[in-house]
């Protein structure tokens, strides 16, 4: 197991924390982080273009002038893809751009991410992260004390005072611990997790 320092939000260290190899250290794939990664972007899309076809289109099905002898190219109706304000040939309609990972291989890229963090010195465990009412100024303070100007805050459960008083701060995210993913994780500079978000990675991660 590999041991860890916990600070707490003045940057002093008050313990360690030994962290399962089984999470923190497996080896890292690249095509793996990328397909999660990509699966994930994929699922944010909206896929909401939409054109109308010829049948979707007000108008008059009447031909518009007749087959022959008009020294003209032969016209339908008005429809026509062919005509301006005509119905669309091939064109985009709403649907959706998931792409279905396997729940192992979501579960492996997710440990890959983690043992990413810790491998190159960018993971943070703090022992707490309480503030006592909900004030950026405050927030920002410890962030600046802790060096994490571009991180991922996990936290095990809901922290009000913490999600308030930093969601006005740019490059910083709270997240609580059942929306940890590898995008946001690989995203952020820093990941600063709370000592008590570690067992619930390990129950989910080792389950």
């Known amino acids: ?28 794939k690249k095509s793996v982080l990328h397909q999660v990664v990509m699966a994930q972007l994929a699922k944010k899309r909206g896929g909401n273009a939409n054109v109308k076809n010829r049948h979707d289109v007000a108008g008059s099905t009447r031909k518009l002038y007749k087959q022959k002898g008009t020294g003209r190219a032969r016209r339908g109706d008005i429809k026509s893809p062919l005509m301006r304000g005509g119905g669309v040939i091939f064109g985009p309609h709403p649907r959706s751009y998931e792409q279905k990972i396997p729940k192992k291989v979501r579960r492996i890229a997710l440990k890959m991410a983690l043992t990413c963090k810790l491998k190159e010195a960018e993971l943070m ?33 809901q922290n009000l005072n913490l999600e308030l008083s930093s969601r006005n701060v740019p490059g910083v995210k709270v997240m609580r611990l059942e929306g940890l993913n590898v995008y946001d994780i690989l995203k952020y500079e820093k990941l600063v997790l709370l000592q008590g978000a570690i067992p619930g990675i390990e129950g989910r991660l080792l389950a």
Do not use: C, H, R
């Open 1 to 28: 197991m590999a041991t860890v320092d916990v600070i707490n939000i003045e940057g002093n260290k008050v313990s360690q924390a030994e962290l399962p190899d089984a999470i923190f250290d497996v080896p890292v």
């Open 125 to 157: 465990i703090l022992d707490n992260f309480d503030l006592s009412k909900i004030k950026t100024k405050e927030f920002v303070k410890t962030v600046e004390t802790l060096k994490a100007y571009n991180a991922l805050i996990v936290t095990a459960e």
